[in-house]
């Protein structure tokens, strides 16, 4: 099993360009989690998706986007990047007993 | 922000000592969890306390929970280098459809070999 597994691992882009970051799990988990950490900070809830074809909004949903294109895949969208936005990225999925697997993570910097 | 609070931040210590990291919270809790980072890395699960109990073990950790004062700590036993990392606890609250945590700051651990 690989777990969760994201793509890229890391990307610069400029101001107004947009990216998609993929995330994929393969323990056949119902939830599924964005997040993004700012340096020497915890983690900050971006967007949650509790099963297959709902998603809803965390605690900084501004300026992305997200899809879960199935009950594996979830991705973030970022439309038009701002430097604001420059963060380590981590997507996780929910477990059993409530626990989080968290994937490496994309280092995203935008210029 | 409901994040909650951790203390200290960081946290420096000698091979083989023990290492006590504090976790406050906001709201009411179904459980309370503990989670690990290597730097540059992802988060790691440790482990879980319910809120009905008051202290669990795993290995060399040790996490009480405390819910009339909102609060909770990790003991690390016998620490090792390879403990070296920041720690995050994360509240699972009552109430919460989609089951989400709400994280702490993290405490970073160095372990001096």
């Known amino acids: 099993n690989a777990g969760v597994t994201q793509t890229p691992k890391f990307q610069v882009l400029k101001t107004g360009q947009s990216m998609t970051l993929q995330c994929a799990q393969d323990?056949?988990?119902?939830?599924m989690y964005w997040y993004r950490q700012d340096p020497g900070m915890g983690l900050r809830l971006i967007y949650y998706?509790?099963?297959?074809?709902?998603?809803d909004k965390g605690e900084v949903p501004n300026g992305y986007n997200v899809s879960r294109l199935n009950k594996r895949e979830f991705s973030l969208r970022l439309e038009s990047a701002a430097p604001s936005q420059t963060s380590v990225y981590f997507c996780?999925?929910?477990?059993?007993?409530?626990?989080?697997?968290f994937g490496p993570g994309t280092r995203l910097t935008v210029l | 922000s409901q994040q909650g609070e951790e203390d200290p931040q960081a946290l420096s210590i000698q091979e083989g000592e023990n290492a006590t990291m504090n976790c406050s919270y906001k709201?009411?809790?179904?459980?309370l969890q503990w989670y690990r980072q290597n730097s540059g890395r992802g988060l790691v699960h440790l482990i879980l306390i319910r809120s009905n109990e008051r202290e669990k073990h795993s290995g060399r950790l040790r996490v009480t929970l405390d819910t009339s004062k909102k609060s909770s700590s990790l003991l690390i036993t016998a620490s090792r280098a390879a403990d070296t990392a920041s720690y995050f606890c994360?509240?699972?609250?009552?109430?919460?459809?989609?089951?989400?945590?709400?994280f702490g700051g993290g405490t970073r651990l160095m372990v001096k070999p």
């Open positions: 998706s509790a099963s297959e074809g709902t998603t």
């Open positions: 994360a509240s699972d609250g009552n109430n919460n459809a989609g089951n989400m945590l709400t």
């Open positions: 709201t009411s809790i179904n459980n």
């Open positions: 323990m056949n988990h119902n939830s």
């Open positions: 996780a999925s929910r477990g059993t007993y409530n626990e989080q697997f």
